[in-house]
């Protein structure tokens, strides 16, 4: 059973930063890419970045590169999300979620079958 676990988010201004965590439960952590997603009331759930199991690539949404960075430790079970230069349109539920195994379709939130219980992000203008 995969459990995760996010923690980190909360209320900032415009322009501020956050780092999200995400811990996850079991030994095959490493094998699998891990993912960041989000979404807003409303709104769908959409992609904002993914990392392969080695953390060697990484993958980001338009509307995040240059302000978001994603990492992992593999040795801790735990993926994270650096998230600088917030906007007021970054407000949203962040969920952390494990890719299904296979290459490709990073960006699309049905390639992710277990997810966390989110995190709210309120940034205020």
Known sequence: QVQLVESG?????AGDSLRLSCAASGRTFSSYA???LRQAPGKERDFV???TWSGGTTYYADSVK???TITRDNAKNTVYLQMNSLKPEDTAVYYCARKV?????YYSPERYNYWGQGT????SS
Request: hydrophobic share 45%; no cysteine.
């Open 101 to 105: 195994p296979g290459s490709g379709r």
């Open 49 to 51: 970045a993914a990392i």
């Open 66 to 68: 240059g302000r978001f």
């Open 120 to 123: 709210q992000v309120t940034v």
């Open 34 to 36: 891990m993912g960041w």
């Open 9 to 13: 988010g909360g209320l900032v201004q």
